[in-house]
């Protein structure tokens, strides 16, 4: 199973491989050509801006969106959306979305023979507020089969959607959560071939935001900017 | 002080959930945008999704494409071209691009190689403008550095 994986290589830099081989759907989809470099002054394009109108009135809460409540562990998921410089996003909109406790989706593509848990979507938004500061309740996602390779799993991750202040700091991604024995065999996320931004991936358990009695807490700050191109030839 | 960035991770297959809960492909009024998104076999790429925005206007729109890899949007005519980002499953990062108005230029554009400046310019099509992005092969769309 370890043979999908490419050894670490610290050096690569902070970003994505984005034509890494051990993730199959990557092979007829990443681009085979290099990218080209925009003029400095399109990095400060402003993006677009979102308001509370975007929002419903629970979309922070992922366990209060049905009568009853989803099976699973409760977790609350929180955190800072900053920019390189360190001074928080405010008013980014943060999007995300998971599977079920059982690792299954809300979504008819999914066939993971793992039951549908009818009081769980498993989206939700937010907008961060002046200190930069998002925060979700939710419930530990499950994890699943994906067909990748043989016997392939996915670790337990959210997604998350962001949009910062300029075009270019667009950002999805992942967060995973600390001691998942499935990390060291996900392509996913070997695909960050530098283990030191790979951690930069994974959320901190966060035993003071926890709710005695109700629920766990993890941390997770996330960095927008821009992290210097596809390979590592770009980034000097 | 400068802070590692966060790095990016795939939209998966199920993005659909999160990204396309509501209709999100007008962001003008008098003009249809559409297109396929194709993969290196000549493909439709049907768990993507396209996000434009109209930076002049300030006017941004989504769209997951289908089936046959096809997006739509209702826009104004681009002065000079929408910003666009390409997501899919099997895509570890977005890919940014532009579309071009048919004769519209500007210095981005005019430094690109004539066939690769083709591949960020629309074809106007029975009143629609017509934008295909190809993610491989000899006419690739060109994607930019961010």
């Known amino acids: 199973m ?40 399109l990095h400060r394009v402003d993006g677009p801006v979102f308001g509370e109108d975007a929002l419903g009135e629970l979309d922070w809460d992922l366990t209060r969106q ?15 959306v900053l920019g390189e410089d360190g001074r928080p996003v405010r008013n980014a909109l943060v999007e995300v979305w998971q599977a079920n406790a059982g690792g299954r989706y809300h979504h008819d593509v999914d066939q993971h023979p793992a039951p549908v848990d009818p009081n769980f979507a498993g989206a ?42 300029a075009f270019v700091d667009r950002l999805v991604t992942q967060m995973y959560f600390p001691g998942d024995p499935l990390q060291a065999y996900d392509p996913i996320m070997h695909a960050v071939r530098s283990p030191k931004a790979r951690e930069l991936l994974i959320a901190r358990f966060d035993l003071a935001n926890t709710q005695p009695e109700w629920a766990l807490a993890y941390e997770w700050d996330i960095v927008l900017g821009r992290s210097g191109g596809a390979t590592p030839l770009e980034e000097e | 002080m400068t802070l590692p960035p966060t790095p990016s991770q795939t939209v998966g297959p199920f993005f659909s959930i ?117 993610m491989q092969g000899p006419h690739q769309t060109v994607f930019f550095a961010v």
């Open chain 1, 2 to 41: 370890s043979d999908v994986l490419l050894p670490d290589d610290p050096g690569f830099g902070p970003d994505v491989q984005v034509d890494y081989p051990g993730y199959r759907a990557s092979r007829y989809r990443a681009p085979d050509r290099p990218l080209v470099s925009l003029p400095e002054e």
């Open chain 2, 18 to 134: 999160g990204l396309c809960r509501r209709a999100e492909n007008e962001l003008g009024s008098s003009l249809r945008l559409h297109g396929r998104l194709i993969d290196g076999t000549d493909e439709p790429i049907g768990d993507g999704v396209i996000e434009v925005w109209d930076a002049a206007r300030r006017k941004w729109g989504r769209c997951p494409t289908d089936a046959q890899g096809m997006f739509e949007f209702t826009i104004d005519p681009p002065e000079p071209c929408l910003h666009v980002n390409v997501f899919a499953r099997g895509l570890l990062k977005h890919q940014v691009t532009r579309v071009y108005a048919p004769g519209a230029s500007d210095h981005v554009l005019e430094a690109l190689p004539a066939a690769d400046r083709a591949t960020l310019v629309a074809v106007g099509e029975d009143g629609a403008l017509r934008f295909d992005i190809r």
């Open chain 1, 124 to 165: 939700g938004r937010c907008l961060t507020g002046d200190d930069g500061s998002y925060r979700f309740v939710t419930i530990k996602p499950g994890s699943y089969p994906w067909g990748n390779h043989e016997n392939a799993w996915r670790p337990a991750h959210i997604h998350f959607s962001l949009f910062g202040r």
């Open chain 1, 66 to 80: 049905y009568e009853g409540e989803p099976l699973g562990e409760r977790i609350i998921v929180s955190g800072r």
